[in-house]
């Protein structure tokens, strides 16, 4: 009835919360691992592009990035195509038309800003899932570069 709490559903989380903490250090270094496994590659593999946030100070499973010269809704796009998920912009600006308010805050352009790629690696990502997009992400930054309006 109304006002009653739920308990079963209390003590799950509360399980859920345990099993979760037994688990989160090995997943921040894992993530972490994959994520500058990724920042490296790309870095190495095409030129003129920024890591956007700050160096060390970032969540362990999170990469964005901007690549001048191509727009973040044609990478999008086009990793859709190769079967690699990833979002456009900050996830504070998930949904939105503008560019993220965080990213613009940081002192990245609006042009940069809205043309970034959030790569998100979660509990079943591998090193082979960067390997793959670091085997066809290259091509397809290089294939918009050469299509922009934006150099």
Do not use: W
């Amino acid at each position: 009835r109304a006002g009653t709490y739920n308990a079963p559903a209390i003590t799950a989380f509360g399980y859920a919360c345990v099993l979760a903490q037994k688990e989160l250090a090995s997943y921040a270094a894992k993530t972490r691992n994959l994520r500058e496994m990724l920042r490296d590659g790309l870095l190495d593999a095409i030129p003129n592009i920024r890591i956007n946030g700050h160096p060390q100070k970032v969540l362990p499973n999170t990469l964005d990035v901007s690549f001048p010269g191509a727009e973040g809704e044609a990478i999008l796009l086009h990793l859709d195509l190769l079967g690699i998920s990833v979002s456009t912009g900050s996830a504070c600006a998930s949904g939105s038309l503008e560019p993220s308010h965080v990213l613009v805050a940081t002192g990245l352009g609006p042009e940069l800003a809205h043309g970034s790629i959030r790569f998100s690696f979660g509990k079943y990502s591998s090193d082979s899932d960067v390997e793959y997009i670091l085997q066809h992400f290259p091509q397809v930054i290089e294939r918009l570069r050469k299509m922009s309006t934006l150099r």
